[in-house]
Each structure stands twice: as C-alpha cells, then as structure tokens.
C-alpha cells in the first residue's frame, strides 16, 4: 500500500519509504579533483591503479634480517651491510647480515623480518639479536590496505576526509562525482521580513530561509534562495516557476495548511501534482509533496521545529537519493531518560533534548514553533505512538550529528 493510500495518519516509515521510491536520480556528472571532494557523492566508483602500500615496508625502526640467519637458540650477531632510510630503494638483503631500516622503509628482497631497535644492542661493528624473531613480524605487507584493481570506494558513497585519503593513496588525482544537486527553497508568509529589516506590527522574521539554507549547504547542495513568497497565488506561481526553472528539487515552508491564506496546495496542482499527507510524527504532521513542472515539490510546515523534524526526517534522505547517495538510516540508540512522560499521544513524537551525564533530557519546551529547542538539543529522544516513558527507561536517541551534514 502506497502511503497515500493509508488511512489515517501515515507511519513515518512508510512515509519515507513512499518518498524515496518517488526521488528522481541525479545523472549530471563531473570530474573533480579529489583535494576538492569532500562531502560530494560518487558517481563513478574508482579502481586502485596500484597496491597499497605498494611495497613491503617496515613498521618500526629497526633491523631487517632474514630469519634463517639466526641461531635456533640464544643470540645471534650480524653485522649491518645498508642502511634503508624512507624514500629509498633498497639492495637486496647481503645473505648473514642484517639492514638498517626505518619506519615506512622498503623491506630489501631477502629479508623476512624486522626487529625493532629497542630490543636489539650493539657491540662493536655488530648487532645482537635476541631469539624467537617470527617471520613477517613488522612487515606491512604490499597491498595489505588496498589491492591493485580492487573498488576503492564504492559508487554513491558520500566523500568523508578519510576517503579522500584513501582516494589518493592510490594515486588517483580526480573523481567523478556527481553535479550538486540545486534545491530551491521559498518561504511563504506575508508575515515574514528579513533579517536587518526593522520589524513591524504583525511582522516576523524569516527564521526558515536561514534555517533551510544553512541545512542544505551542509549537505553539499547549491542553495537557489526565492526569498520570501507572498500570500497570493500570483507570487506563488511565480516563485514556483522560477523554482522549477532553477533547480532540481523544491522546498517550501507554510502555506499547506486548508486556510485562505494558502496558496500553495492550489499552485502545485495547477503546475503540477501535489499530496498533502499527514505523518504519524510530533512536529512536523502535515507534509506536502508533489512535482512542479517534473521537478519534485517538498511542502514543509511553517512552524520552524516542524520544518526541522521533517526537513531532517523525510527530505533530507530523498536529497541525497536524488543526489545518488547510499545513506544509511541515521544511528538511533537506547539511552536512559532523565525525565518522565505520563501522557501518552498517538503520534510518534521527536523530542528536542540533550544526552548529557548518562541521561537523555528533553528541551522544558516542545512547542513546533520554539526553534531554540532544536538550537539547544544535541539529538532527538524518539518516543513512539501512544507511550510513556518513565525516568531510567530506555528511550530513542539520535545524535543531531546523524541528521545534519
Ligand atoms: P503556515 O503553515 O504558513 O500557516 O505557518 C505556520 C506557522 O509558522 C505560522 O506561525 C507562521 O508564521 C510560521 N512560519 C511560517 N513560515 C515561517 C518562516 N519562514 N520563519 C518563521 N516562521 C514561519
Ligand atoms: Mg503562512
């Protein structure tokens, strides 16, 4: 059953599900250098042109030997016949001698072991090593990290720092990514001014505008900013047009409830196709979602905590589908409360609250329209449909951290 279908209020999970199944995926693709990569989504997965490390190297400082030249038992004394600093090619191993190696040196053909300098010492031209020397000990061997031909990083993964570094230790200069993704975000209200505008009787500041840019460029996408979007159908349309002329994906903020005032609902059908759901979740119940001109069309509610939660909840993950990324569901853990709830509502609420001491503490304030909860709060508590929680019982924690970037 499609979500549209379900009676009642929609389970987030459901919801979600539906969603992704409807995101677009991006096709537009470039080749950016891998200095540059970080956060963007690969398109096309590299192979490594070599091993790594491409050679057997030398964990320690140390001796590198062959452990058929020591004693079965008690010392033995070989003298050194070269010296491998990092960076240079050794000779192969002078059978009955041992070589100076240092960390990160190749390991000269020959030698099967090295032998940290700590527990050797010197008398005279020779080196004593003690017994028990294992072969292989302190080799890292060639391609134990990555091997020649293999995938490197997989398509649609999300480029961390760390993957950059493994990018270039295979030598690979450039990626193929794909395009970022182009989110137009419109704020409807006549109520709303802009920041630096002084404020008049009636008026508020656009909190969303900020809030949604901020959100989407952590993301990695290109924010195309509509501003503000007055309460008539003419601006309304207009802003969509636009939208949907400039971007890949749409957001909007208010304007989806059944009031005069809302224009939205009738525009997106008008240009397009639009569902207004109700989500099993507190903030965040009504979404809007549809296509305008092709271009899909998210409906956020007004209310900026709500805006957050289902910004974060359910658009974030189709942005990233459509932007060809693998996300993982975010990491969700059991944490004890720090509080107690004796109501219990039939929605599935995601509190503002901090884990903090070993408890999960909830913001004092859970109104949708407070967004200094969010500003606050460390992650989500998740407490499900028609439960109460007691202080020490387990509960849902999602760090803000899975949610953002
Ligand atoms: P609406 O869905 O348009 O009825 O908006 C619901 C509530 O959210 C109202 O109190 C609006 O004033 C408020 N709101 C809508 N958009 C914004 C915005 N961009 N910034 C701050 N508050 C907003
Ligand atoms: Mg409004």
């Given at each position: 059953m499609s979500a549209c279908d379900h009676p009642g209020l929609i389970p987030i999970d459901i919801a979600l599900a539906d969603l992704l199944a409807k995101t677009p995926l991006s096709t537009e693709i470039e080749s950016v250098p891998v200095a540059d990569a970080v956060g963007r989504v690969i398109a096309e997965a590299p192979q490594a042109?070599?091993?790594?490390?491409p050679a057997d190297n030398s964990s320690m400082d140390g001796y590198a030997l062959n452990?058929?030249?020591?004693?079965?038992e008690g010392e033995t004394a070989l003298s050194i016949s070269q010296r491998i600093p990092a960076g240079q090619a050794p000779q192969p191993l002078q059978a009955g001698s041992c070589a100076r190696i240092f960390t990160g040196a190749e390991i000269p053909e020959g030698a099967d072991a090295v032998v940290m300098q700590e527990q050797t010492r010197i008398e005279g031209e020779k080196v004593i090593f003690p017994a028990g020397v294992k072969a292989q000990q302190n080799i890292r061997p060639r391609g134990q990290d990555i091997q020649q031909g293999s995938v490197v990083i997989k398509a649609g993964t999300r480029l961390q720092p760390a993957d950059l570094g493994v990018l270039a230790s295979t030598g690979l200069a450039e990626i193929r990514v794909y395009k970022p993704l182009r989110v137009a975000v419109l704020s409807t209200g006549d109520e709303l001014i802009e920041p630096g505008e002084p404020l008049a009787p009636g008026q508020i500041y656009n909190s969303n505008r900020f809030l949604l840019a901020g959100l989407l460029r952590q993301m990695g996408m290109e924010v195309v900013d509509l501003g503000r979007v007055a309460d008539t159908a003419e601006d309304t349309e207009r802003a969509l047009r636009d939208a949907a002329d400039s971007a890949d994906v749409i957001l909007s903020t208010g304007g989806?409830?059944?009031?005069?005032?809302?224009?939205v609902k009738g525009v997106v059908e008008k240009l397009g196709q639009l569902d207004l759901w109700r989500i099993?979740?507190?903030?965040?119940k009504p979404l809007a979602y549809g296509q305008v001109l092709g271009k899909p069309f998210f409906g956020l509610p007004g209310n900026p905590a709500s805006s957050l939660i289902t910004f974060c909840l359910l658009a974030r993950p189709c942005l990233f589908r459509q932007q060809g990324a693998a996300l993982p569901a975010p990491l969700e853990f059991e944490l004890p409360a720090g509080f107690t709830r004796t109501r219990a509502i039939g929605r599935q609420e995601y509190m503002r609250a901090r884990y903090e001491n070993g408890v999960v503490q909830p913001f004092s304030n859970q109104s949708s329209g407070m967004l200094s909860s969010a500003s606050w709060a460390n992650g989500l508590a998740v407490i499900p449909p028609d439960t109460t929680v007691a202080e020490g019982d387990l509960v849902g924690f999602i760090p803000l951290s899975e949610l953002l970037g």
């Amino acid at each position: 059953m499609s979500a549209c279908d379900h009676p009642g209020l929609i389970p987030i999970d459901i919801a979600l599900a539906d969603l992704l199944a409807k995101t677009p995926l991006s096709t537009e693709i470039e080749s950016v250098p891998v200095a540059d990569a970080v956060g963007r989504v690969i398109a096309e997965a590299p192979q490594a042109a070599v091993d790594v490390p491409p050679a057997d190297n030398s964990s320690m400082d140390g001796y590198a030997l062959n452990i058929a030249d020591l004693n079965d038992e008690g010392e033995t004394a070989l003298s050194i016949s070269q010296r491998i600093p990092a960076g240079q090619a050794p000779q192969p191993l002078q059978a009955g001698s041992c070589a100076r190696i240092f960390t990160g040196a190749e390991i000269p053909e020959g030698a099967d072991a090295v032998v940290m300098q700590e527990q050797t010492r010197i008398e005279g031209e020779k080196v004593i090593f003690p017994a028990g020397v294992k072969a292989q000990q302190n080799i890292r061997p060639r391609g134990q990290d990555i091997q020649q031909g293999s995938v490197v990083i997989k398509a649609g993964t999300r480029l961390q720092p760390a993957d950059l570094g493994v990018l270039a230790s295979t030598g690979l200069a450039e990626i193929r990514v794909y395009k970022p993704l182009r989110v137009a975000v419109l704020s409807t209200g006549d109520e709303l001014i802009e920041p630096g505008e002084p404020l008049a009787p009636g008026q508020i500041y656009n909190s969303n505008r900020f809030l949604l840019a901020g959100l989407l460029r952590q993301m990695g996408m290109e924010v195309v900013d509509l501003g503000r979007v007055a309460d008539t159908a003419e601006d309304t349309e207009r802003a969509l047009r636009d939208a949907a002329d400039s971007a890949d994906v749409i957001l909007s903020t208010g304007g989806v409830s059944v009031g005069e005032e809302d224009h939205v609902k009738g525009v997106v059908e008008k240009l397009g196709q639009l569902d207004l759901w109700r989500i099993k979740i507190k903030p965040g119940k009504p979404l809007a979602y549809g296509q305008v001109l092709g271009k899909p069309f998210f409906g956020l509610p007004g209310n900026p905590a709500s805006s957050l939660i289902t910004f974060c909840l359910l658009a974030r993950p189709c942005l990233f589908r459509q932007q060809g990324a693998a996300l993982p569901a975010p990491l969700e853990f059991e944490l004890p409360a720090g509080f107690t709830r004796t109501r219990a509502i039939g929605r599935q609420e995601y509190m503002r609250a901090r884990y903090e001491n070993g408890v999960v503490q909830p913001f004092s304030n859970q109104s949708s329209g407070m967004l200094s909860s969010a500003s606050w709060a460390n992650g989500l508590a998740v407490i499900p449909p028609d439960t109460t929680v007691a202080e020490g019982d387990l509960v849902g924690f999602i760090p803000l951290s899975e949610l953002l970037g």
